[in-house]
């Protein structure tokens, strides 16, 4: 076959190191050649005694992709020194890879750094995609902080993983010079799974691999293979210190009893997890339809990164719903902003009310979490190329607090907040209230706020958004609606300004979700669908 721009050759290329296994003592290291390659092995040394050369030969895979065919090779140094320099070379006789080097960790590891990036996708050109700033950036990350142990990443690897090209471009020209040398521990983003079937120059045909082919056939012996069945290599963990960290991959339910299972028998001081979609999320359209399956796992968490959305957003302490002080109380959410210039279209952020700190990061700069665990303390910097920070945090288990220490909110009356936002002026003096233990809101404010139309003629009130309309009755307990005619746990009643108070449960026909969170006294409404409302102008 005619091989592809950057396609597979008989010399190692796509090097990687990666940790899987005990840091102090092993190291994978994942390198590809052509398909005709089908053995190879690393020399690797203490870099103050090279005159003992040790060999490890390696598993392969073969990895067939949509434009080549090629060998994927992995090997697992397990015998390594703890605090020891190594280097080492792989490849087989005739062709080999150039000298690289990492350290092992020590033995005993009680303080150490690593890098947090995400959303680093890059699509044009399309065959050849140019991932030159990522690398600068790195390397510059790299040189401020030499000391970090490994980079986490939070997905969106890729623009589109299941065309090999991407990949091609990612390892040429975005982590060459950096993941040979320091362990590159990926998440899955949607992007890292996503192909076009018809065309991917013009994006026709779109479908996601479950699970992702080409992600595992590319990294299935760099990771542990200790996700659920089925579903490992973009779902693992990994432990440093002390701390364990879960990479949570895109799908399937059983994630939630893996979760459950793996920190429940965890020993380590800090649980912390990555997943590529936010449950704090930054957008004003967003909505995560993923986290209630997974919401039992994920709240043993202490801290979990996500990213997605390309902005910065840092939440309270939350548990099923409700916001904290405390990291005791509740997971801290930690939405990592783009590491490649790629911010998100201008207004698509906005601050919500789980957010103790923002960042819309519209900015075309790069960004790039840097973690500092320190014991009983993890400090979290979010930086900017250009030096300026856009938040800092220290979150503090012995004394059971975050830097700098922010109150979360509570209202004395039921605020409505729609996808975690608050409906502001419109809203005013019009809080949901509670009668007989039915919940009760002013629907028609809720839907102007958000854009959909809003009827109001004498003793009704009819609502229209996402497709979808009802109308209620004031003194009725049966709304019409675009499906069948819906019964109310009570009747309607004018509220607060003169408004038609509907039971919550109203909002089922326009196909909303409502949650009542009693710490901070709000009412909290959902929508999946990521469609912009707006009233029509004639």
């Not at 899987?20 to 005709?36: F, L």
């Not at 990443?153 to 020209?173: I, R």
């Not at 209630?292 to 309270?316: K, M, V, W, Y």
């Not at 960042?359 to 790069?366: D, S, V």
């Amino acid at each position: 076959m005619t091989k592809p721009i950057l396609g597979s050759t008989p010399a190692p290329d796509h090097i990687m190191l990666s940790l899987n296994g005990c840091p102090s003592t092993c190291r994978a290291i994942t390198w590809r050649t052509c398909e005709q390659v089908q053995t190879g092995y690393v020399l690797y040394w203490a870099s103050d005694v090279p005159a003992q050369v040790m060999r490890q030969d390696s598993e392969t895979g073969l990895f067939v992709s949509d434009i080549d065919r090629s060998t994927m090779h992995w090997a697992r140094l397990t015998d390594l020194k703890p605090d020891t320099s190594y280097t080492y070379t792989c490849g087989d006789e005739a062709h080999r890879s150039a000298e690289f080097s990492f350290t092992t960790a020590p033995a005993q590891i009680d303080k150490f750094k690593f890098i947090c990036i995400a959303d680093h996708q890059k699509g044009e050109p399309f065959d050849v995609s140019d991932y030159s700033v990522l690398n600068g950036f790195l390397k510059q990350m790299l040189c401020e902080h030499p000391d970090c142990a490994f980079i986490l990443t939070g997905g969106d690897n890729t623009e589109c993983g299941q065309h090999e090209q991407q990949w091609n471009a990612y390892f040429h020209s975005g982590v060459r010079g950096v993941c040979e040398s320091m362990p590159l521990m990926m998440n899955m983003g949607n992007h890292d799974n996503r192909g076009f079937r018809e065309s991917y120059k013009e994006g026709r045909g779109r479908y996601y691999s479950e699970p992702g082919e080409f992600w595992q056939k590319q990294f299935w012996g760099a990771y542990p293979l200790n996700g659920p069945a089925g579903w490992e290599c973009e779902n693992y963990h990994f432990s440093y210190g002390n701390v364990q960290i879960n990479v949570i991959g895109l799908t399937d339910d059983i994630r939630n009893d893996w979760l459950l299972e793996t920190v429940g028998k965890s020993a380590a001081q800090w649980k912390l997890g990555v997943w590529h979609f936010p449950v704090c999320y930054t957008g004003a359209d967003m909505e995560c339809n993923d986290h209630p399956p997974l919401q039992q796992g994920l709240e043993t968490l202490d801290l979990l990164f996500a990213g997605h959305e390309h902005a910065f957003g840092r939440s309270f302490p939350m548990k099923d719903g409700a916001l904290f002080e405390r990291p005791s109380q509740g997971t801290i959410h930690y939405e990592l902003p783009n590491s490649h210039r790629n911010p998100p279209p201008p207004g698509q952020t906005v601050p919500k009310v789980w957010n103790a700190a923002y960042h819309p990061h519209e900015e075309k700069l790069c960004a790039a979490t840097i973690v500092e665990v320190d014991g009983p303390r993890i400090t979290l910097t979010s930086v900017l190329e250009d030096g300026r920070v856009m938040d800092q945090c220290v979150i503090d288990k012995a004394a059971d607090q975050v830097t700098p220490r922010q109150l979360p909110p509570y209202f004395r009356s039921t605020r409505m907040m729609f996808k975690g936002m608050d409906l502001g002026l419109i809203a005013q003096d019009a809080a949901c209230e509670c009668r007989d233990g039915v919940w009760f809101a002013p629907l028609g404010t809720l839907v102007a706020a958000i854009g959909g139309t809003v009827t109001k003629t004498p003793g009704q009130l009819r609502v229209e958004v996402y497709d979808c309309w009802a109308q209620f009755t004031e003194g009725s307990d049966v709304a019409q609606t675009d499906f069948r005619p819906m019964k109310l746990p009570a009747p309607v009643y004018r509220g607060e300004r003169g408004q038609l108070y509907v039971p919550v449960q109203g909002c089922e026909p326009l196909q909303m979700t409502w949650k009542y969170v009693a710490h901070n006294n709000f009412m909290s409404f959902e929508h999946p669908s990521e469609a912009h409302p707006m009233t029509p102008q004639p």
